[in-house]
Structures are given as structure tokens and as C-alpha cells.
Nanobody, 124 residues
Framework: QVQLVESGGGSVQAGGSLRLSCAVSGYTSNVPFMAWFRQAPGKEREGVAAITTTGLDTWYSDSVRGRFTISRDNAKNTVYLQMNNLGPEDTAMYYC?????????????????WGQGTQVTVSS
């Protein structure tokens, strides 16, 4: 049974930083393609960043590129999202997601497994 567990969310002031972690368990046959999504109240779930199984390729939404960095440590089965220079517009529930193959990383419906989410709140 595949499980994704996020941690690291919290409340920070604008300009601050947070690092989210997503611990993955239960994948027995392959290393999954991973992504971070976020969803603010009243808005659709938005793809934030994604990373290939090897970690060599990454993708970012325009709204976070240059401020957020996705990485992974396959030895620890963990994916990270380093978030710098946070602003109130980054306030949302952040979810990690996993699927077997790369492609259309921003499309939430293609991900098979999801974590429960971790809340990030940025005050101005």
C-alpha cells in the first residue's frame, strides 16, 4: 500500500522560507515520478513543481520558478520542496503526489497517489 506523508508546513511572514518533506512508502516495483501541488480556498488545485525518478529533471509553475526548489533523496524515499521568498499568494494546502510515469506533470488527474496535505500560511 503506497502512502505519502507530508510535513514541514506552518505559518511564516512574507519573505520567509519553509521546507516541505514528503515521505513515500509502499512503492515496491519502481521509483515514482513525484510532484507538489497546492490548493487555496475557492481555487483549483495547482501544480507547483515536479521531479523525475532520478532527480535530474525538474519542472516549475511560472508563479514559483526561481523561488521554489524541488529535490529528492531516493535513499530516504523522500521528496522536498524548498520554498523561499514566500508571499501571501503562496498560502495554500500543499500536497505531494506520485505516479508511475512522467508527462503532463501539472495535470492532477494523472496522479494515482496523494498525501493528506500540509498547510502553508504566509502573512504580510
Amino acid at each position: 500500500q503506497v502512502q505519502l506523508v507530508e510535513s514541514g508546513g506552518g505559518s511564516v511572514q512574507a519573505g520567509g522560507s519553509l521546507r516541505l518533506s514528503c515521505a513515500v512508502s509502499g512503492y515496491t516495483s519502481n521509483v515514482p515520478f513525484m510532484a507538489w501541488f497546492r490548493q487555496a480556498p475557492g481555487k483549483e488545485r495547482e501544480g507547483v513543481a515536479a521531479i523525475t525518478t532520478t532527480g535530474l529533471d525538474t519542472w516549475y509553475s511560472d508563479s514559483v520558478r526561481g523561488r521554489f526548489t524541488i529535490s529528492r533523496d531516493n535513499a530516504k524515499n523522500t521528496v522536498y520542496l524548498q520554498m523561499n521568498n514566500l508571499g501571501p499568494e503562496d498560502t495554500a494546502m500543499y500536497y505531494c503526489a506520485a505516479k508511475d510515469r512522467a508527462g503532463l506533470w501539472f495535470r492532477a488527474t494523472l496522479y494515482k497517489y496523494w498525501g493528506q496535505g500540509t498547510q502553508v500560511t504566509v502573512s504580510s
